[in-house]
T-cell receptor, first 108, second 112 residues
């Protein structure tokens, strides 16, 4: 069945370092969404990508949707302690599937 | 007030008890969802509803039931709680395209 794999599962970075999480789908997606969940919190919608090859930026965050619409990435430049949390990709298609998330730890 | 409100926030119950988790939303959306979150497994869909008369099973519906009382209200019931239903439960709503889910703050359920 349709699967959305997200890597890495965990990432420890020093404050100021960059961070990237990758999302791969077993099937072509109609769209991909990204969410952030702070420790003890609930997922919060960050962005949605719909077009093949689409790139969107939100301040230090850069989101990409692959040309084949089967993969996506979220890149954070110069991480800050406020970036800690779990980042989920959500693949939209016949079904909406959540990736397992990448948990980001930032050391000050 | 929050767009999606879940009650209770925390609950400890005994094995075999019936429990209901409630969710209400003020977004005016037709689509509502119940998810379960376990460490390392992300969010898994239990049930979803696209309008008041529409109820659909998700990937892990066994042991759960739902009721859509109104456009704004969607409740989740555990008919006979068991310990492996201990988890964090989220209610969510989205627009008709399924874009930009808004989640509630979650209910942490412990079954002992």
């Amino acid at each position: 069945g349709q699967q959305v794999m997200q890597i890495p599962q965990y990432q420890h970075v020093q404050e100021g370092e960059d961070f990237t999480t990758y999302c791969n789908s077993s099937t072509t997606l109609s769209n991909i969404q990204w969410y952030k969940q702070r420790p003890g919190g609930h997922p919060v919608f960050l962005i949605q990508l719909v077009k093949s090859g689409e790139v969107k930026k939100q301040k230090r965050l850069t989101f990409q949707f692959g040309e084949a619409k089967k993969n996506s990435s979220l890149h954070i430049t110069a991480t800050q302690t406020t970036d800690v949390g779990t980042y989920f990709c959500v693949g939209g298609g016949f079904k909406t599937i959540f990736g397992a998330g990448t948990r980001l730890f930032v050391k000050a | 007030d929050a767009d999606v409100t879940q009650t209770p926030r925390n609950r400890i119950t005994k094995t075999g008890k019936r429990i209901m988790l409630e969710c209400s939303q003020t977004k005016g959306h037709d689509r509502m969802y119940w998810y379960r979150q376990d460490p390392g497994l992300g969010l898994r869909l239990i049930y979803y509803s696209f309008d008041v008369k529409d109820i659909n099973k998700g990937e892990i519906s066994d042991g759960y039931s739902v009721s859509r009382q109104a456009q704004a209200k969607f409740s989740l019931s555990l008919e006979s709680a068991i310990p492996n239903q201990t988890a964090l439960y989220f209610c969510a709503t989205s627009d008709y395209r399924g874009y930009g889910y808004t989640f509630g703050s979650g209910t942490r359920l412990t079954v002992v």
